[in-house]
């Protein structure tokens, strides 16, 4: 058995959109003090480059890390309380436990050997330096390169200050061209206004206004790349004359080298300056968004009271020409982000205009309507986009969560924004977040409201994933008392599937099976089509492990009947999974097969780690079955850190199925055979194990007879088409949805390249010859 070898991790590093100038001699002092220091912090002025000299830094020496390099970002994170929760998605830790978050990331760390880079610590300071000391004592293979404008202050830190760039020296009326070449001041200018101005050249006639400009910004880089841009509308010896003016102006006249940092500060003033009036004002507004923001967002949170929506967009434009905006290709479009240091100086703006809470709450408003129209569109055809809209708006969310924390009689709006987002905490691998956000809002808004209702509701379901079925319990019992008082079935059907859930997962089939029933009830009442479809799968699943097959997959086909018209992935998925083991426990081992594989292709778009170790621990039971031990114990392998990373090995009532597959994968192969299949799967990370899992458990040679183009199950349904079979007789012999039914037939004809279901007869026909070398089994799932 091959596996594939282990790849290093890199997350967060993204490629470089301008090019790196200059820094050899720091790079080389970095990977030094890196080599001799378990922490070390890069330090300097806003603006001086520490992160893009971190980012190249960790590019360099990733290889020498076994493990990998991780960026984790904290420039747009303004709750202390969310770093470590920050550093753990950054790290992609799944994790659905109730330990604390930094047991979680330090017992994870313990043994890699890896390069985590944090970039803008100095507004967490304290945070950072807890959590930056608690990595190091846990991982004594583990590096940390901070970025900061101050030390964090842990013991066994090194600091090393990131000067500006060199600057030519001597008299400015001798200077040769090749001085000011080897100067990285002048080639950053250089290279940034060739970027906006292109032709753009060092001459004779500019050299000595160029190397002044360079001067008189301290060879700052974004200071330096803020006046280039400059060259846009005017030359340089202009852009020269205006800074030394601007300067001037600001100094009294005083010859006195001006400090660095308030040398940037000048040129972000100079900058604003140059902004139109309405485009000023945009600028101090999008300092509320953290992270990046899309046009539909800066045209319902920043337009009025002086910029009418449709002049936003001629207004980005001015900014992003002006590099105030920074644009950026996403998978969902075009987005814009602040550099931190540009971000700082809006908001200061919108302090002084007393605008800030009024714009804070407009951006909360749209948060709200945003997850509350996810919320209605969740259950189709455009639930992966929400869900990848989401991701990318993930910092924004928490920052709207926020305003309703720090703003007195809010409490409400974000218990709703919290409550839309119940199956986002779920795909994300972030139910302790989620829990985090309601522990504090419900705090905060005791009313007796539908909206508490709901939201004690989430924070149970939340944590009944989490094992914490104690508290749960005490959530659901508040939440069905006040559902009862307001006469309200969809959360009263809400609140007892969750409670359903709980039993089944501890294993109490009975009370599980009637709360389940009375939740579908209630949600059917209610019209309430993802309560329905949600205690369906869980009810079919207590079925099942009941034993009354029938029942189960009558209840399974009914789920899939309303799932598959909508052409949604996260219902579908869950279906067929807990469909797949019954299929699977009848002894129909392919078409099982078939519906995991399915089930994990659903699930790509999201990061649901827990619904692939499912799908995964399902795929080990089958092979075990089918008699390859070695494929088992590697899957289960791979399975181990995941299952003790969620907190228990499985969803309980299934337990028994795990005990089983090790059971017999150890008669198969033996203890050291077993246990060194197992370290192999224990070596692959999360997405080697998925692609393992999903790959065929015995590929035909290249030197057999060619296999039939169909799976095993679409060949038995070519034969029932071959026969004169109605979609509707196939799909009761067969007892699947009708639907299933049309869209097999329509994969045949696809593969087939045919347009009939005559061809389709006379093709298993001939299939059926002797001597045709064919194989009518099928080919792979």
């Known amino acids: 058995m091959e596996v594939a070898a282990k790849r290093a991790q890199i997350c967060g590093l993204s490629a470089e959109l301008t090019s790196f100038v200059g820094r050899r001699r720091e790079i080389a002092e970095v990977k030094r003090m890196l080599a001799g220091s378990r922490l070390v912090t890069l330090v300097g002025v806003g603006g001086v480059g520490k992160t893009r000299l ?44 109730t330990r604390p978050p930094l047991q979680v990331l330090t017992e994870h760390m313990r043994g890699k050997q890896m390069l985590v880079v944090l970039d803008n610590c100095e507004h967490l300071l304290q945070d950072c330096a807890i959590v930056a000391e608690a990595l190091v004592r846990s991982a004594p293979d583990l590096r940390i390169l901070a970025t900061s404008r101050q030390a964090l202050g842990v013991a066994g830190e090194q600091t090393t200050v990131v000067p500006p760039l060199p600057l030519p020296d001597g008299d400015l009326s001798r200077l040769s061209r090749e001085a000011s070449e080897e100067s990285d001041a002048v080639r950053l200018f ?72 308030r040398t940037l500060r000048a040129l972000i003033d100079w900058s604003y300056t140059l902004c139109t009036e309405h485009e000023q004002l945009l600028w101090a507004r ?32 001015g900014l992003v020409d002006k ?123 005791g009313e007796p409201t539908p909206v508490r209702a709901v939201a004690l509701c989430v924070k149970a379901r939340l944590a009944v994933l989490q094992s914490d079925f104690t508290m749960a319990a005490t959530l659901l019992e508040e939440c069905v008392e006040l559902a009862r008082r307001l006469g309200d079935p969809a959360i009263t059907g809400a609140a007892l599937y969750v409670a359903g859930f709980a039993a089944l997962l501890q294993q ?58 909508r052409r949604e992935n996260w ?32 699930k790509e778009p999201f990061d649901d780690h827990l619904g692939n170790a499912l799908c995964i621990e399902v795929l080990a039971w089958m092979s075990c079955g089918d008699g390859d031990g070695e ?10 850190e995941i299952w003790r990373s969620f907190g228990g090995p499985l969803f309980g009532y299934l337990a028994g199925h795990h005990e089983a597959c090790e059971q017999s994968a150890r008669q198969k192969l033996g203890d050291r055979g077993f246990e060194a299949a197992f370290r192999k799967g224990m070596e692959l990370t999360p997405a080697q194990a998925l692609e393992y899992a999903m790959r065929e458990a015995t590929p035909e040679p290249e030197s057999s007879p060619r296999s039939s ?31 299933t039914a049309e869209g097999h037939v329509e994969h045949i004809l696809g593969k087939l390249g045919f347009s009939s279901r005559v061809q389709i007869a006379a093709w298993v026909s001939r299939q059926e010859e002797p001597g045709n070398g064919q194989s009518l089994s099928g080919g792979a799932p």
């Not at 509350?372 to 809209?389: C, H, I, N, S, T």
């Not at 219902?571 to 078939?594: C, H, M, N, P």
Request: glycine share 6%.
């Open 508 to 565: 109490d089939l009975p009370r599980s099976r009637a709360l389940l029933g009375e939740a579908l009830e209630h949600s059917r009442t209610a019209g309430d089509q993802i309560g329905v479809v949600n205690s369906m799968i869980y009810l079919a699943a207590t079925l099942s492990a009941l034993g009354e097959s029938a029942q189960a997959v009558e209840t399974f086909e009914e789920c899939l009947t309303i799932c598959e018209p």
């Open 54 to 97: 971190a980012q190249r830094v960790a590019a360099d020496v990733r290889r020498a890390f076994r493990d990998g390099v991780c960026l984790v970002q904290l420039a747009g994170l303004e709750r202390p309380d969310l770093l470590v929760q920050t550093v753990i998605e950054a790290l992609e830790i799944a994790d659905l436990s």
């Open 631 to 640: 494929r088992a114990a590697t899957l289960l392998g791979a399975l181990r």
């Open 323 to 445: 590099s105030i905006l920074i644009r950026e290709e996403h998978r969902s479009g075009v987005r814009y982000r602040l550099l931190e240091t540009i971000r700082q100086y809006g908001r200061e703006r919108l302090r002084e205009a007393g605008q800030e809470e009024k714009l804070r709450r407009r951006h909360r408003d749209w948060y709200l309507d945003l997850v509350l129209r996810m919320q209605k569109g969740w259950f189709g055809p455009e639930q992966v986009a929400w869900y990848a809209r989401l991701r990318t708006e993930h910092g924004n969310l928490r920052t709207a969560l926020g305003f309703c924390l720090e703003v007195q009689g809010e409490a409400e709006p974000g218990l709703i924004i919290a409550s839309a987002l119940r199956y986002y905490w779920i795909a994300s691998d972030s139910p302790h977040e989620g829990r985090s956000w309601f522990n504090r809002l419900l705090a905060g808004d």
């Open 190 to 261: 250089t290279e940034r206004a060739m970027a906006v101005l292109p032709g753009f050249q060092v001459t004779d006639d500019n050299r000595e206004a160029v190397v002044r400009i360079c001067r008189s910004l301290d060879g700052i880089p974004l200071a330096i790349e803020l006046a280039a841009v400059r060259l846009r509308a005017i030359s340089v010896h202009q852009l020269l004359t205006r800074l030394e003016d601007r300067f001037r102006l600001l100094t009294g006249g005083s010859r006195v080298v001006l400090p660095r940092q």
């Open 709 to 739: 183009p169909l799976t095993r199950r679409e060949m038995e349904i070519a034969r029932l088409v071959a026969e004169g079979m109605s979609n509707k007789a196939i799909a009761a012999a067969l007892v699947i949805a009708q639907r």
């Open 571 to 602: 219902f579908r998925s869950y279906a067929l999974w807990t469909y797949g083991i019954e299929v699977w426990k009848q002894g129909d081992t392919q078409r099982a097969l078939e519906m995991e594989r399915e089930a994990v292709r659903l």
């Open 286 to 317: 999008v300092s509320v968004f953290s992270g990046s923001l899309d046009l539909e967002a800066v045209e319902h949170v920043c337009s009025g009271d002086g910029i009418a929506a449709e002049e936003t967009v001629d207004l980005v434009i």
